[in-house]
């Protein structure tokens, strides 16, 4: 089993920041791939970003494209994701993911951490 505990969400004005993290924990030498995910009320979940666990191939949503980072801390075991020039369309709950080896889906998920964007 693997956990996530995501952090970091809040509130922010349109053009601000906010760097979201996600700790893993227990049976992480069996992650392959750790991805973020967001949802908006009324929307489908979506992806944002992902990277190999052991860093590297890191994929972003276009929308996100030069205003998001993902990036992992070793030491920390955390995915943290920055985002910088926020924008209200940007608000929504931002979930992580991680993908053990040899599967083809994201296997578990965190709790989802709120990101509100104020225009």
């Known amino acids: 089993q693997v956990q996530l505990v995501e952090s970091g969400g809040g509130l922010v004005q349109a053009g601000g920041s906010l760097r979201v993290s996600c700790a893993a924990s227990?049976?992480?030498?069996?992650?392959?791939?750790m991805g973020w995910f967001r949802q908006a009320p009324g929307k489908e979940r979506e992806f944002v970003a992902a990277?190999?666990?052991?860093?590297?191939?890191?994929h972003y949503v276009d929308s996100v494209k030069g205003r998001f980072t993902i990036s992992r801390d070793k030491a920390e075991n955390t995915v943290d994701l920055q985002m910088n020039s926020l924008k209200p369309e940007d608000t929504a709950v931002y979930y992580c993911?991680?993908?053990?080896?040899?599967?083809?889906?994201?296997?578990?998920w965190g709790q989802g951490t709120q990101v509100t964007v104020s225009s």
């Open positions: 993911a991680a993908q053990i080896v040899r599967s083809s889906r994201y296997d578990y």
């Open positions: 227990g049976r992480t030498y069996s992650i392959n791939a």
């Open positions: 990277m190999r666990w052991s860093g590297g191939n890191i």
